[in-house]
């Protein structure tokens, strides 16, 4: 229950367990959140049992039920089973299942799944696999070994992704994992070893971690892991070290995850920052290990990602093409391969995800490699299924982000995207090393910075409450002011349900100032005096919606009192470069997102429809 609590932030739609002991399995479940399981746990649990599975639900397939709830169970009872992702070929299936007299208790895909495995099993005709069974012996083992074939028959006809647990009766102290394009790891304990979707769930108990690859099967026990490939062969075991301590993935003394993580963002660009340098005074990725000849060949970046790594990569855009002088796109993931883009070698792909487990942004960098172009990772997550399959890795070290709104992802992603920028610039001659050296210098005095705007928050949480009927938002912003203004907005939709629109501030006369009227609230983002005629254009743009009677609420820099005799509200923020602007403008927007929540008394860090890690399409 501890590690379904950790990961109750990748869905909380329904949660439930399945228990196996020497009497047999033990399925409880319950809608809702896991405190609802935990009540109906705390007088139906077995206390014997030796090994068990669960699962937090984000519906897909199937309304937030009891019936549809995870995990699912054989006819028979024999067999349960929790699935993470979707299986495409289900109606085919079902159909087929049907026709052999199966009853269905659910909506869900997943169902056809543990039906599949039950025939499978008994079918006297199945193909055995014989390999060792850590700590069992007799008919514990082959039951054992009947399963994993089982098992294997069975996802060879599954189509979609998924990351399969599957617990019998059969083989009570067994736990059989497998997994396709959905994430899948092993935790590595004393006498005792877990499985799950993110290493937050067993953090606390082990930082020794396996990989667990496409189309592999992970046979697991109390007393060892054996995984097992496509062919039935006994691989070696991949082991990695978890980079994080338990106590980073707790509240502590913060009411919410949110708070937490975003108080956590100048500690989390300072770590992304760290040890960039070599002794010359050169940027030095070692995680990024494709050759420098083919990076200054490259003539094409094309940046993808979803939600607020996708305004990340805008924010990037700016900075890499200046720096670089090399054209940039940000694609959506989810839009990407279906748009018939133009890749080839000489394209260098960034994508970024906090999870590494995105499944749009997986099948984007699968496509893009299909035609030959070299993909850069920028996650958060080693051992990820993005940092595996990708050519380099610049891991943001954020520390692991819980709450289901990005915060400090967002900082992170955009401070590891500009040392990219910067490498290519150093690798491709565009910035002398002087240069190079000044830019770092100045990023690196940001998280002091991002301090002293997280400092003067309690402003921005008294405004919040001064918007709590508020029922439609508009951001404005220009330059690299734009993608914070969609940053913004999205934060608000994410956790107020309140309507919000991110515009660019030079589009508003083309039809977003029909949205203007008496009392609108209009958040705007004010580029730098420094740029004069950007920051004029936008003093004109507060100015129209003022006139028609808007509520003018602005972040600006420090000393800029240009915008105070047009502003309702000004929030202030220190002056630094032009590209570096977002990770301080947008640290008020997230205070505001936060505050309002609360003040509304929603659920901050798990709102409403909404999972962490999207790993379905």
């Not at 937030?64 to 993470?84: C, M, Q």
């Not at 092993?186 to 690859?213: C, K, M």
């Not at 936060?594 to 003040?599: G, H, M, P, S, W």
Request: one cysteine or more.
């Amino acid at each position: 229950m501890g590690g379904l609590a950790r990961l109750e932030y990748r869905g909380y739609d329904s949660a439930g367990i399945a228990l196996a002991d020497k009497e047999g399995l033990t399925v409880l479940k319950a809608v809702g959140k896991l405190a609802n399981l935990d009540e109906a746990l705390s007088d139906a649990a077995p206390q014997d049992a030796v090994a068990g599975i669960g699962h937090t639900r984000w519906a897909t397939h199937g309304r937030p039920t009891r019936r549809n709830a995870h995990p699912h169970t054989s006819t028979d009872g024999r067999f349960a089973l929790v699935h993470n992702g979707i299986i495409e070929n289900a109606d085919l299936l079902r159909a087929e299942l049907r026709k052999t007299g199966v009853t269905f208790a659910s909506d869900t895909d997943t169902e056809v799944v543990v039906h599949l495995i039950q025939r499978a099993y008994d079918h006297e005709e199945l193909l055995e696999w014989d390999g060792e069974v850590p700590g069992c012996e007799g008919e514990t083992a082959r039951a054992a070994q009947r399963l994993v074939a089982a098992l294997r028959s069975v996802t060879a006809r599954l189509q979609g992704t998924y990351t399969l647990l599957v617990l019998s009766s059969e083989a009570p102290g067994v736990i059989l994992a497998a997994r396709r394009s959905s994430p899948l790891v092993v935790g590595l304990g004393e006498d005792e070893n877990f499985l799950a979707s993110d290493a937050l769930a067993f953090v606390e108990h082990t930082t020794r971690a396996l990989e667990i690859d496409q189309d592999q099967v992970a046979l697991v026990t109390g007393k060892g892991v054996v995984v097992i490939g496509h062919d039935g062969r006994v691989l070696p075991l991949k082991e990695y070290e978890v980079d994080f301590a338990s106590d980073r993935a707790t509240k502590g003394s913060w009411p919410t995850f949110m708070e937490k993580e975003i108080h956590e963002q100048p500690r989390g660009v300072a770590d992304t920052l760290a040890d960039r340098m070599d002794a010359l005074g050169r940027l030095a990725l070692d995680e990024v290990r494709i050759p420098e000849s083919l990076l200054r060949s490259i003539d094409k970046i094309i940046i993808v990602g979803c939600g607020t790594a996708s305004y990340a990569g805008q924010v990037a855009r700016y900075a890499i093409e200046h720096w670089c002088r090399i054209p940039v796109e940000v694609e959506l993931s989810s839009e990407f391969r279906y748009r018939d883009p133009v890749v080839t070698e000489k394209t260098l792909i960034v994508a970024i995800s906090q999870s590494g487990e995105t499944m749009d942004t997986i099948q984007a960098i699968r496509h893009a490699q299909e035609q030959g172009a070299k993909v850069v990772a920028v996650v958060n997550t080693p051992g990820s299924t993005i940092s595996r399959e990708s050519d380099a890795v610049l891991l943001t070290h954020a520390g692991p982000e819980i709450a289901v709104a990005s915060t400090k992802a967002f900082t992170c992603q955009v401070t590891a995207c500009f040392i990219l920028g910067l490498y290519l610039a150093q690798v491709r001659g565009n910035k002398y090393g002087d240069e190079i050296v000044d830019y770092m210098d100045k990023l690196e005095d940001v998280p002091a910075k991002i301090q002293e705007v997280l400092n003067r928050g309690e402003n921005v949480r008294h405004f919040a409450h001064t918007m709590k009927d508020a029922s439609s938002v508009i951001y404005l912003g220009r330059h690299v002011g734009f993608p914070v203004a969609l940053e913004g907005a999205l934060k608000l939709k994410e956790i107020c349900y309140i309507h919000a629109e991110g515009f660019a501030a030079g589009e508003l006369k083309h039809g977003p100032i029909a949205l203007v009227d008496e009392g609108q609230p209009v958040i705007v983002i004010v580029p730098t005096p420094r740029r004069l005629e950007l920051h004029n254009k936008v003093l004109a743009n507060i100015q129209e919606v003022r006139a028609r009677g808007a509520h003018t609420i602005v972040i600006a820099e420090d000393g800029d009192h240009s915008v105070d005799e047009f502003a309702d509200v000004v929030f202030r923020v220190p002056p630094v470069p032009t590209l570096y602007a977002p990770l301080l403008t947008v640290i008020p927007l997230q205070i505001f997102a936060c505050e309002l929540a609360k003040v509304k008394g929603l659920d901050v860090d798990q709102p409403r429809n909404l999972a962490k890690s999207v790993t379905v399409e």
